[in-house]
């Protein structure tokens, strides 16, 4: 959260191994004890793994090349070297190196069983997962909670193949605790770092997800957004961040901030492997109400998102009052990026600025404090294991652990929730909420109805800030708002760099279940740009 949060797509080995992303490298055979590279890009069984794709690894496991232990076990080894520094892991799945055995037994014996086989992921720490792994959302005061089931989409994750490596840090509670917060800090897993800049700010309450997909910590990570969450860290570290249209991806077994806007994606290095994710993890549950249209939307045809074309006759909005004229650095990557598009085939329209955002900002965040205390109680009631019982513990356990978890800011979020009634039916309150939904959704329809548009793109993220408790964050771009509050997708990827170091992203924004649409034009950007490159080694 920023302040102001079973359709698997069944490819076969054959069509996973005709699909590969073109150009994906190929490192010369080596000694695959020194498969370990500490440099930009590791390798292993020949694959450079800055550029490769799951498709590219699914091809190197299906044909022996590589195994599914030894890719878990370069990622292991990069944790343990790079943490200390990154603070991007919470915890390492005990687990992981057993799951990944089976995961190539389970190949040998039957082939892949969706298509993260053997690909190891890192869940954002608010992700319930019922094995040997806490859930903390980066507070002591869960740390004996004891989830009886997987989140919806960990069962997803699980049932494609995937290998569940461990828990990414966050900014404790998804940054819902403090209005003077600093966004990556967590009393469990301390303050995350941005790879491209150790003193600088990963953004967004799911930085720990968006620094190890940059550094390599995994080949893929899971974050949340509510308002900003995935988009801002996925830009401030030159990643791919999908915010998916709210009831594509299940909300079960998540630590909420708020239903109304809660939801979980993707964070990759590549569109590929985001789309991958997206398809594996998408679809109804029936403990989400949210979901029950979920059917049939989303990623279908992997082909049809993977088209380096799909620019090409699209009609793109330039939203420059979501982030331009702020700072000269993003301006000039923005600018860069529009030209891009135009080149690639887009008629560019400019003048597409979303309106109405007066009104969400008024009625949104008095509409998530009161959600947020009827939906983490819910959760916390729900929760076996020894924890506090509702938000107003939640409170006296931080006073009464303040040498912890309140040393560097308060808990006056908390202290507002609590405030409020809680009781979804208040009729104040649910006006509150229509407001800023309606006016958040009539803000995209209308801009992409009056121009015709297909999407709008507006700059992702400014340059990341030094982290600084006294101040707390600060966020200079909301781009973000008009997806987050609407539940509409967006889709931010690599544009460029500020100072010739800090990553910046461009958002692809689109309406309700253009998931896939938007997935296919950030892909086209991606393949021609080629903006991402990797963080200097962080120690």
């Not at 969400?360 to 924890?387: C, I, R, T």
């Amino acid at each position: 959260m920023r302040r102001q949060r079973r359709a698997t797509l069944a490819l076969t080995a054959a069509q996973l191994a005709c699909l590969a992303a073109p150009g994906a490298a190929q490192a010369a055979d080596g000694d695959p004890a020194a498969d370990l590279d500490a440099d930009l890009a590791p390798t292993v069984a020949g694959l450079d793994l800055e550029r490769a794709t799951i498709l590219d690894l699914q091809r190197a496991m299906n044909a022996g090349r590589l195994t599914s232990e030894r890719l878990t076990q370069l990622y292991l080894d990069r944790i343990q070297r790079l943490n200390p520094s990154l603070h991007a892991v919470i915890t390492v799945n005990p687990d992981a190196l057993a799951l990944a055995r089976a995961s190539d037994a389970t190949r040998r014996r039957t082939g892949p069983r969706g298509p993260l086989e053997g690909i190891p992921v890192l869940l954002k720490d608010n992700i319930d997962t019922a094995d040997r792994q806490p859930t903390t959302a980066g507070s002591y005061a869960l740390e004996r909670a004891r989830p009886s089931a997987d989140a919806f989409l960990v069962r997803r994750l699980r049932a494609a193949g995937a290998v569940i490596l461990g828990k990414a840090n966050l900014s404790e509670w998804a940054n819902f605790r403090s209005i003077r917060s600093t966004s990556g800090w967590s009393a469990v897993g301390g303050q995350t770092n941005n790879p491209y800049a150790l003193d600088r700010n990963p953004g967004g309450s799911s930085s720990g997800s968006a620094v190890a997909a940059a550094a390599h910590l995994a080949t893929v990570t899971i974050g949340t957004e509510t308002h900003g969450s995935i988009a801002c860290p996925a830009g401030a570290n030159a990643a791919v961040g999908v915010k998916p249209t709210l009831g594509l991806v299940s909300r079960s077994g998540i630590v909420p901030i708020s239903a109304q806007q809660d939801t979980a994606g993707p964070i990759t290095r590549n569109v590929t492997d985001a789309a991958l994710v997206l398809a594996a993890i998408q679809g109804p549950d029936p403990a989400d109400p949210a979901t029950r249209d979920a059917a049939g939307r989303g990623i279908g045809d992997l082909r049809a998102v993977l088209d380096p074309d799909a620019l090409r006759g699209k009609r793109i909005g330039v939203w420059r009052q979501g982030g331009y004229g702020i700072d000269p650095e993003v301006d000039r990557v923005f600018d860069a990026a529009v030209q891009r598009l135009r080149a690639l085939g887009a008629t560019v329209v400019e003048g597409a600025d979303v309106p109405y955002l007066d009104v969400v900002g008024e009625n949104e965040f008095p509409a998530l404090v009161h959600e947020f205390k009827h939906d983490v109680n819910a959760y916390l009631a729900a929760m076996p294991g020894e924890h506090p019982a509702d938000l107003a513990e939640l409170i006296a356990f931080n006073r009464a652990h303040a040498d912890v978890e309140l040393k560097h800011f308060g808990q006056e979020l908390f202290e507002q929730a609590e405030a409020t009634s809680g009781d979804l039916s208040d009729p104040a309150y649910a006006r509150l909420r229509r407001l800023a939904t309606a006016y958040a959704r009539r803000g995209i329809d209308e801009t992409l109805a009056r121009h015709q548009l297909d999407a709008i793109v507006a700059p992702a993220n400014g340059p990341a800030w030094k982290t600084d408790y006294a101040r707390g964050d600060a966020y200079v771009i909301d781009s973000s708002t008009p997806a987050a509050v609407s539940g509409y997708a967006s889709v931010t990827v690599p544009a460029g760099y500020a100072q010739g170091e800090l990553p910046l992203g461009l958002s692809f924004i689109g309406d309700r279940w253009s998931d896939a649409r938007l997935l296919a034009l950030a892909y086209a950007f991606e393949q021609a740009t080629g903006a991402r490159r990797p963080p200097a080694p962080a120690a």
